[in-house]
């Protein structure tokens, strides 16, 4: 089935003076537009087409290959980003509250301890990818993935993601990474969506 491009759950300025408006504007309005347009394209009169995009991605993704094929990286890219989207509001950040705070400190230690390997994932990870707080087999973990790659395609359930790529955060951090990392960790992450996705997967 064709796979709607989303609109932002907040308004192109509302993440400032963290997110600019402008780079919404491209990683929003382009990237991920492009990204959609071209998996609805991919699949469209395909027996794809039937198929939910979380299908695709796990039908379509090669734990061999030393690059994923076209149309998984569409269907990833197009399904990463939205969910990137909803892991973000004005005025976040903080600290989870609740059975998701109580399962951060079972499994981490404590959310700092949290935070210092959410951030070490996404600043070694070279080149382009994924940043991911994920629940696997009950524990929770984080991950790193490159380019497109998904842990629904390995079997995790994603709970709270961070864009690594470049063009997340270029105009306004340049080649500050960390920084970026942890801004995002203090001033950005949704944890009420987080803990939404946490109770739906447990």
């Given at each position: 089935?064709?796979?709607?491009?989303?609109?932002?759950p907040?308004a192109?300025?509302?993440?400032?003076?963290?997110?600019?408006?402008n780079?919404l504007s491209?990683?929003?309005?382009?990237?991920?537009?492009?990204?959609?347009?071209t998996?609805?394209?991919?699949?469209?009169?395909?027996?794809n087409?039937?198929?939910?995009?979380e299908?695709?991605?796990?039908?379509s993704?090669?734990?061999?290959?030393?690059?994923?094929s076209?149309?998984f990286?569409?269907?990833?890219?197009?399904?990463?980003?939205t969910?990137?989207?909803y892991?973000m509001?004005?005025?976040?950040?903080?600290?989870?509250?609740?059975?998701l705070?109580?399962?951060?400190?079972?499994?981490?230690?404590?959310?700092?301890k949290?935070?210092e390997?959410?951030?070490?994932?996404?600043?070694?990870?070279?080149?382009?990818?994924?940043a991911?707080?994920?629940?696997?087999?009950?524990?929770?973990?984080v991950?790193?993935?490159?380019?497109?790659?998904?842990p629904?395609?390995?079997?995790?359930?994603?709970l709270?993601t961070?864009?690594?790529w470049e063009h997340?955060?270029?105009?306004?951090?340049?080649?500050?990474?960390?920084?970026?990392a942890?801004?995002?960790?203090?001033s950005?992450v949704?944890?009420?969506?987080?803990?939404?996705?946490?109770a739906?997967?447990?």
């Amino acid at each position: 089935m064709s796979y709607e491009f989303p609109n932002l759950p907040y308004a192109q300025d509302a993440l400032e003076p963290h997110i600019s408006a402008n780079t919404l504007s491209f990683h929003h309005g382009k990237h991920h537009a492009k990204y959609v347009s071209t998996y609805n394209e991919m699949v469209q009169g395909t027996e794809n087409e039937s198929k939910s995009i979380e299908e695709v991605i796990k039908a379509s993704y090669d734990p061999s290959a030393k690059a994923q094929s076209g149309l998984f990286n569409n269907a990833a890219q197009s399904w990463n980003h939205t969910f990137y989207w909803y892991c973000m509001k004005p005025g976040g950040g903080g600290e989870p509250t609740g059975e998701l705070a109580e399962k951060i400190k079972a499994d981490f230690g404590s959310f700092e301890k949290f935070k210092e390997e959410f951030k070490a994932a996404g600043g070694s990870q070279f080149g382009s990818g994924w940043a991911w707080l994920v629940l696997d087999n009950g524990t929770l973990k984080v991950t790193k993935t490159p380019d497109a790659v998904n842990p629904i395609a390995q079997g995790q359930t994603p709970l709270l993601t961070m864009d690594v790529w470049e063009h997340a955060y270029y105009l306004d951090y340049q080649n500050l990474r960390p920084s970026y990392a942890n801004t995002f960790l203090d001033s950005l992450v949704n944890w009420d969506f987080v803990a939404e996705q946490y109770a739906k997967a447990k």
